[in-house]
C-alpha cells in the first residue's frame, strides 16, 4: 500500500525526520496564510508528478491559490488530483538520496545511498550509489550511518544529521511494516540542514492486520481493482480484451502467455484464489463483465475445487445480469464432468485443455 | 531416494483442527505420509482424524519424534510457529499459509536458514515425493512416481504442468512448490543442489515467474553446478511491468524481473525453456 507524499512526511515528522513546513487542502480557497514561498504539490500515488504540471511553486497566498486551483482536478497518468500539499520551499544546496526497500537475493533489508539525489534512483550509476545489505541478525546499527553519510562527502556537522536520518528511517520502516521507506531527494540547505524534500513510502498490504491506523487509506488502483480487493480478488486491468479468470498466480499468468501465443490479448487478470465457493466464483464473473470484455476465459485447475460448484457459480451470475459475451471454460478437479455439463447445458463454449481453451479464446475474440 | 520428504519423514501438522489442517492431514496420510501428530495451542488431548492433538510442537516431537513439520496457522501467527518448530529441533518445515507479513518472513527465514534448517514457503503447496510422502496441499492425484525433478513458484501452474507430465507417463522424484513470495524460505538454488545430488532424479523440470532475479541467480548456478539436464518455464511472459500478478513476488519493478530476462538466462545455461506449460513434457521426451 504505498502512501501519499503528505501521509508519508507525517510518519517521519513523527519519527524525528526533518520535513518541510506545510500543510494540505482538497480546495484553493482552503490557503488563509503560507510560510514564506512555496511549493504546490499534487498528492497522487504516481510518480512524475513534476513532469505532468503537479509541482508548481509559488510566492503569495493569492498566487499559491491559483496555481492550487488549476492543480487541484489534474488528471496526471489516470490519478485524479484531489489534495495538494502547500510546502516551504527549501533552499537547496545539495541534493541525497536514501532509502530502504528489501534485497530479495539476500533475503534482508537494504539501504541504497547516493550523493545524487532528485533523479530516479534507477538512473543513477552502480558507482554512484552504496548498497549496505542489513543482515537481520546484526540488524541496523549507527556504524551504517557513518559508512552511508561518509559516502555522501559531507561536511562533519551535515554527517550526524544524516546518520541520524538513516536510524530514523530504519525506524519508520520497521515500526510501521513498511516495505520501502524513500527520501528523494534529501537535501541539504543553504543554512546547512538536511530535511526530506519528497517521501515515499509503502506500508506491506499483508502486515495491515497489525497497523488498523492505514485502514481507509486510498490505494493506486483503478475502481474496479479496489471493488475486486474488498472481495479478495486478485485483479489486474490490462489493455487487451480477453478476461482470464483462472485460481492461482503462475496458472493465471500462464493463460495470458497462452493466450498471446494464439494471438489474442488479455484484458483482465482475475486470479481467484484456492476456492470454489460459489458466490467467490458468481462475484468474479459479475467482476469480470463490468470490465467488459469481448471474451471471457475460465481455467481452473483444481485439486479439491470441486467443478459443479464453479459451474453453479457462474450460472448464477449469467442469470443475475444475463451475461452475452462468450465465455469459454475449461475446469479440471472433482466431479468434473458434471460442472463441464452444467456450463454447456448454458451456452457456454467448453475446452478440455489450457491450449485448446486459450485457442478458443482467441478467436473468439478477434471475430 | 527423492528430497525434502520420503518415508523417513515423521509429520507435526500445526493447526490441524482448522478446516485446511484437518482436511489435509487425511490427504497426506493417504498419500502414503507418516502423519505422527497436530498441534493446536490449547487443544491438546484432542484427537483429528485419529492422530494425536498436541499444546506444542515441542511435546509433540518428545512424544512422537517428530522431525518434519507442515504449518497452517493464519499468516499473524505463522512466524511463531514456525520459530516454535525451530527451537523444538524440527529440521524440515514446509509453511503453506500465504500473506505473511514480510518482516515476520526475512526474520524466520535468517533463523532457519542459520540452524541449517530445510524451511519451504511460506506461501506455498509444499512438497511431494510420489510412493513416499507429501506434505503440504498439492492434489495426490496429478502424481506419478518416476525420475523427473520439479520445482516451482507457483501452486496450480504447478499441478498443471506435473499432470501433463503424468498423462504422458513421465513421473516425479520429488516436487517442490518453493511459493511466489519475495523471501522465500528455500529458493531456487536450494532445491536444484539436492536434485543433482539425488540419485532418483535424472531430469529437472523449473518453473519460475516474473519479479526478482532468482531464475538469473539459478541460471549461474546451473551452469556451474548442475550436470542434469532442465527444461524451464517461465510465467508472465505478456505481463506488464509495475503491475503484481497475484503474488507478492510475481512484479516487474525498476526494470528487472521480466520474464525476457529470465529466459535469456536460463538458455544461456544450457536449459532447454517451453514457451506454454503444456510443452513441457515433449521437451522432457526431446
Redesign the interface.
Known sequence: MKLLEYKAKELMKKHGIPVPEGFVVSSADHIRAIPGPVMVKAQVLIGGRGKAGGIKPASTVEDARQVASKILGMNIRGFITREVLVEKRLDIAKEMYLGITIDRSRRCLLIMASPEGGVEIEAVPDKKILFVPVDPFIGYQPFMGRRIAAFMGLAKEQEAQVVGVCQKLMDLLVHNDAELAEINPLVVTRDGKVVAGDAKVTIDSDSLFRHKEFAGFPEDMTPLEEKAKRLDIAFVQLDGNIGVIANGAGLTMATLDSINMYGGKAGVFLDLGGTDDPKKVRDAVLLMEEAKPKVILLNIFGGITKCDTVAEGVLEAMRERSIKVPIVARIKGVNEEKGREMLADAGVIPASGLSEAAEKASKESLR | MAVIVDNNTRLVITGITGYQGS?HSV?MRDFGTNVVAGVTPGKGGQVVNDIPVFDSVAEAVKRTSANTACIFVP??YTRDSVLEAIEAGVKTIVAITE?????DE??M??VA??RGVILVGPNCPGVASPGKAKVG???S??FRKGNVGVV?????????IV?AMSEERIGQSTCVGIG?D??PGTGFIDVLELFEKDKQTKQIVM?G??G???EE?AAEYIEEHVSKPIVA?I??????PG????????IIA??KGTAESKIKALEGAGAKVA????DVPRLLLE
Not at chain 2, 510465467?235 to 506488464?240: L, M, N, V, Y
Not at chain 2, 514457451?275 to 503444456?278: D, F, I, N, S, V
Open positions: 482436511y490427504a499468516a499473524p500473506h505473511v507479513p514480510l518482516h526475512i526474520h527465514v535468517a536458514r542459520s496441499i498439492i492434489p492425484k496429478i516451482s513458484r507457483s501452486g496450480t501452474l504447478t499441478y498443471e499432470n511466489g519475495r523471501v518453473v515467474e516474473i526478482g532475479t532468482a541467480e518455464y510465467a508472465g511472459q505478456t505481463a506488464p503491475k503484481r500478478m497475484g503474488h507478492a513476488g510475481a525498476r526494470g514457451r506454454l506449460p503444456t
